[in-house]
């Protein structure tokens, strides 16, 4: 089992830069891959970036060159910088962890309570 706590979530204008981190306590294995969701109202949840504890990352076509994940493995810590914000970015941010790449953002993984960015135009 990990709890997963997100923080850095807020309104920021368009063309701004934003940093949402989370902290993850418990079974370290299960922080093996960690990522970042996203779900705007009235649309699936989607898989923004993710990165592994080999600090191999991919990052969802919409955000490349805009996002950055990282990972500290020393506080079982994972980061997205966000750059260069567009109203289209505006939603509930989860971060989620799992054992595996397959096993990320289902339910046998662990997800946080989510963290709520909005961008203004």
């Known amino acids: 089992q990990v709890q997963l706590v997100e923080s850095g979530g807020g309104l920021v204008q368009a063309g701004g830069s934003l940093v949402l981190s989370c902290v993850a306590s418990?079974?370290?294995?299960?922080?093996?891959?960690m990522g970042w969701y996203r779900q705007a109202p009235g649309k699936q949840r989607e898989l923004v970036a993710s990165?592994?504890?080999?600090?191999?990352?991919n990052y969802a076509d919409s955000v490349k060159g805009r996002f950055a994940i990282s990972r500290d493995n020393t506080k079982n810590m994972v980061f997205l910088q966000m750059n260069s914000l567009k109203p289209e970015d505006t939603a509930v941010y989860y971060c989620?962890?799992?054992?595996?790449?397959?096993?990320?953002?289902?339910?046998?993984?662990?997800w946080g309570q989510g963290t709520q960015v909005t961008v203004s135009s």
């Open positions: 418990g079974n370290v294995f299960s922080t093996n891959v």
């Open positions: 990165i592994t504890r080999g600090a191999n990352t």
């Open positions: 989620a962890s799992g054992s595996t790449l397959r096993v990320l953002g289902t339910t046998g993984g662990s």
